[in-house]
Structures are given as C-alpha cells and as structure tokens.
C-alpha cells in the first residue's frame, strides 16, 4: 500500500481531473487535497485535518456523509445483489422507488420514471423523448427545444447543445438537433409563428441557473412559462437536477409556483449524494406516445448498462427515509433565514432556499479561486464559478457549523482584500 504521499504522487502521474486546469494540479508545489472519510458536513484529509463541506460535494450530498440509515440500506441491498441490468429485467428497488418519486409530485399528472445514471442522461432522456413523441404522434416539424442564455444543462454532447455557457460547450455546437436560445420569457413570445410551431419543448433550470453562477430568475416567471407551454401545446422540460431534493426549501422548486412539467429530471441529490443514479420523471400522455407493437418502431431505443442500479434505488428509497424520519424540510426555514442573515451583506449576495451565493466585484477573475483555496486553511470547502462563492451545504447543516462556513469564508475574503 502506498503511504498517502506517494498517492498523491501517482495522482499527479496518471490522473485527469474533470473541470480541472491540470498543468498547476500537477506541478510539484501543489499537493492534492486527498479525502479520506466524512461524516455529517465534515470531510477529513489525508493529513486528518477537518473542513466542513460547503458545497455538499458539488451539489450533491444532502443528509450528510456516512448517514446511517444510507449506508445500512446500502449495506443490505449489498448483501442481496448490487447491478442487474433494467433492460428487460425489473427489481423491487426501483418499482419502490418509482412509486415513492411519483406520489411526491401533486394532482398525479406525473406517472412515470425512466432511470439513467447521471444529470446529463436525465436531461439527453427528456430531449430524445420529446422529439420522438412529436415525430410519432402526428407533429413531426416539432424539431426544435428552446433553451435558455447561460442555461447548464449537464456534460454529455447533448446536454451541452442546450447550454448557454460557450466555455461548457466544448468544441463543437451543432450536434444534431435544432436549439434556440432566448434570454427571457418576453423573448418567447416575439419568435415568429413558425418558429413557434416547430418547437418539441422548453428545458430550463427552475428558480435558479447554478452553473451560470446562481442566476434567479424572476419570480413568478416560472408560472409564467408553463403557462406559455400549455398554450402553445410544447412541453415543459424542468431540469432539477441541482434543485431537486429539498435545496430550495421545498422538495422540488416547480412546487414554489405550483407547475408540474412534463418532464422533471433528477439526479445529483436523487440517492442523498451517494451514488450514481439519475430519474426523468414524465406524464401518461408521452408514455402513452411510445406504445405500439415492435414492428411499429414507436419503442424509447435508448438506456444505460448501469439505469436504474439497485444499490443506487436502495440509497435513494433511504434518503426519502431520512426526509420523513428527520423531518428534514420542516427544518429548513430556520437554516434558510440563519445562513441568509450571515451572508446578506456580503457583495452581490443572493440566496435561494439552501443555496446562497455572493460575487467579489473585482476584474481580477482568479480572486474566486483564491479565496476559496485560502478557505480551506479556515475550513471550508466550496468551489468558485468564475469571482462567484457558493455556500450551499448538505440540508443536515446545523446552525452552528453554518456559523463556522461563513466566519470561514468572511476569513478568507479578508485575507484576499476582497470584503470591504
Ligand atoms: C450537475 C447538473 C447537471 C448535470 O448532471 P451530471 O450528473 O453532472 O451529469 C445538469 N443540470 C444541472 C442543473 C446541474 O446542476
């Protein structure tokens, strides 16, 4: 066994870190921070220092790490079998999970759950879906999703064709469906009837861009959309794949305006930031699109060798648990308000739910980087997008280590001469 040293080393030789600049991760000065073990908010390095996980590990984490009621159903889906596969075959976990996913969306207008591995998988479902079910149902011109400017929509080359940031976009643009971006709801509505006629459906982040740096869209705009969608018969794509799960305070953020889409795609906190595993939820009317003999190809040919993994459902059925067991949304609020109440005067600061974000209003666009390296000596872990600082902490924070994050983060900016 390598000492934890000469892990890094060998990091340093043979990884590739996603989103990472690698020439100053791998240049000898730089020691990786190595995570060994974690419990509740608290990550602990290779040196055993302690930081509080600031970002829920990039978004994810919501019950916090090594939570008990997680790990022994992990446990014991373990004992009894970890991947079989969902193509053709089905399994308890997730005709459980299936269910409980679909009883937490109101008026049942929500029936079904088709499970992939990943937030760009749940999104690329949704699209493929969409313009499938116009194709075979009578309005094959409907080619087109609208998406919208600085819109993040996940990774994967068809994810990335919907996203608003050209520097996620890779190299390419065009891979092989229509997309139009607008700025705004208003914009919609100043497309020409033809454009308007061929559009399959609208995909937004609701309530909140995250990668676009926390972005809130205006209240109400939400309503306002799904409004125009039922108008205009296109559907509604909801990416909740970072507000899903309780980060905006309720469980879903469509819940804040009372829409429920067609399309609801979830992931990062689906299994509590556990595992890999992914869901689109969707209505009886488009799965009622695909249904036909095989020799009528209406089939949905698309899936994952790992869709639907039983230990991935088993997390997933324990973290609804621990909402019910730990009461978790009835907390919130008093979480909400106190980490509101720290950060309100920090510059730019905006907070949605569980979510809080400032921006350090300097040209120096390496500051957010800094600030959050320095961070970590006082620490907190988080990750910057561009000068803007998240704090965004797995839901079970207490009130006390939501105290601690911001001290640490108010540290840092003090140190950096970025806090006036
Ligand atoms: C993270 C994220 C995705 C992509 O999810 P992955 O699991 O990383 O593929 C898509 N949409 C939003 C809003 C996200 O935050």
């Known amino acids: ?155 994967t080359l068809g994810a990335a064709s919907l996203g608003g940031i050209p520097l996620f976009k890779g190299s390419g643009n065009d891979f092989g469906y229509r997309v139009i971006t607008v700025p705004s709801l208003e914009a919609l509505d100043s497309l020409t009837a033809n454009e308007r006629g061929r559009i399959a459906a609208v995909v937004i982040e609701p309530l909140i861009q995250g990668a676009a740096g926390m972005r809130l869209w205006p209240q109400g705009m939400l309503k306002a959309l799904d409004a125009w969608c039922a108008e205009q018969d296109v559907f509604l794509i909801l990416d909740e794949v970072m507000t899903g799960f309780g980060r905006t305070g309720k469980m879903f953020a469509c819940e804040h305006e009372g829409v429920v889409p067609d399309f609801l795609c979830l992931a990062k906190g689906l299994t509590g930031g556990y595992l890999p595993l992914a869901v689109t939820l969707t209505t009886e009317r488009v799965f009622e699109g695909f249904l036909g003999e ?90 910057p997008i561009g000068n803007t600082i998240v704090l965004m902490p797995p839901l079970c924070v207490t009130q006390e280590e939501i105290g601690r994050m911001v001290a640490a983060l108010r540290a840092a900016l003090e140190e950096h001469g970025a806090y006036a």
């Open 1 to 155: 066994m390598p000492s934890l040293p000469a892990l890094t080393a060998l990091d340093q030789q043979h990884l590739w870190h996603p989103f990472t600049p690698m020439r100053p991760w791998c240049a000898p000065e730089h020691t990786p921070l190595l995570l060994v073990a974690g419990q509740g908010c608290t990550l602990r390095d290779q040196f055993g220092r302690e930081y509080l996980d600031g970002n829920a590990s990039i978004w994810t984490n919501v019950h916090g790490h090594t939570h008990p009621t997680i790990n022994a159903a992990i446990i014991a889906q373990l004992g009894k079998v970890a991947h079989t596969s969902f193509l053709g075959f089905t399994h308890e976990p997730a005709i459980r999970l299936a269910k409980e996913l679909v009883e937490l969306l109101p008026g049942g207008k929500i029936t079904r759950a088709f499970f992939t591995d990943n937030g760009s998988t749940a999104i690329e479902s949704a699209v493929r879906m969409a313009l499938q079910y116009w194709k075979q149902n009578g309005r094959p011109e409907r080619d087109t999703l609208v998406a919208f400017d600085r819109a993040y929509h996940g990774d």
């Open 294 to 383: 095989p020799h009528e190809g209406r089939t949905f040919f698309y899936g994952h060798s790992y869709a639907g993994s039983q230990l991935g459902c088993a997390a997933a059925l324990a973290s609804l648990q621990v909402f019910r067991d730990e009461r978790v949304l009835e907390q919130l609020p008093g979480k909400i308000t106190h980490l509101g109440a720290l950060m309100a005067d920090l510059p730019g600061f905006r907070q949605c739910g569980m979510i809080a974000a400032m921006t350090i209003d300097s040209p120096d666009l390496s500051l957010g980087a800094q600030v959050c390296l320095a961070a970590r000596k006082h620490g907190l872990l988080t990750r």
